[in-house]
Structures are given as C-alpha cells and as structure tokens.
Nanobody, 128 residues
C-alpha cells in the first residue's frame, strides 16, 4: 500500500480557482490509476476525475466538472497527483480525496470508488 496526502484546499469565492495536490509515499511503480473523489456535506462520495498513470494521457471526468477541472500526474515528482479547479461553484464544496490503484485486473471502472485500494484523508474545499 501507499500513503496519500492531499493539500491545497481552502475557501474561495464563486468563479475562483484552486489547485489540489496529492503526495504519494513511497513512490510506487505499482500504481496504474489515480483519481480524485469528493464528498459534499451530507452526501455520498462521488467521482471527480481519474488518470491512467502508466501513460499520463488517458483522463476521465465526471460530467459536472468537464471543462473546468484538469487532472494531472507528475512522474518526476514522486508520482504526485494534481487537480486544477477553475470556475469553482458552491456545488463544488466538498472534502476532496485522492485515490490510487495498485491492483491488477477487474472490470474497468476508473470513476468508481471500488476501482481503488488506497485513499487519502482528504482536503476541504469551500466555495461561497
């Protein structure tokens, strides 16, 4: 297993931007997918975005964030994950969690929680 630590959360006004980061420890070549999920107050956790870290190019987004959020993976920085969030809206208020997959096989589902076997504690984002 790997340890994931998120940072970069905070409070912003509608229309503002934030950049979340997820540090990976230890750096692991066994990771094949990473993702961001969020849990709004009083609601279940939902997918935000995912990336196939093997090539760093295949990305997947929830419809609600397409065109506003960008996920990226930096192999040169210990495999850190980032999420650039633009045009933030009150509905984006949530605790954002980083996730990583080190398993192999299974039914392909990078935007499902069950696809991942490593989770961070989360970072709070408030838009108001």
């Amino acid at each position: 297993h790997v340890q994931l630590v998120e940072s970069g959360g905070g409070s912003v006004q509608p229309g503002g931007s934030l950049r979340l980061s997820c540090a990976v420890s230890p750096s692991s070549n066994s990771i094949n997918y990473m993702g961001w999920f969020r849990q709004p107050p009083g609601k279940e956790r939902e997918a935000v975005a995912a990336i196939y870290t093997i090539n760093g190019r295949d990305t997947y987004y929830a419809d609600s964030v397409k065109g506003r959020f960008t996920i990226s993976h930096d192999r040169s920085n210990g495999g850190a994950l980032a999420l650039k969030m633009n045009n933030l809206q009150p509905d984006d208020t949530a605790t954002y969690h980083c996730a990583a997959r080190t398993q192999r096989g299974g039914n392909w589902a990078p935007l499902r929680e069950t696809w991942y076997n490593n989770w961070g504690e989360g970072t709070q984002v408030t838009v108001s």
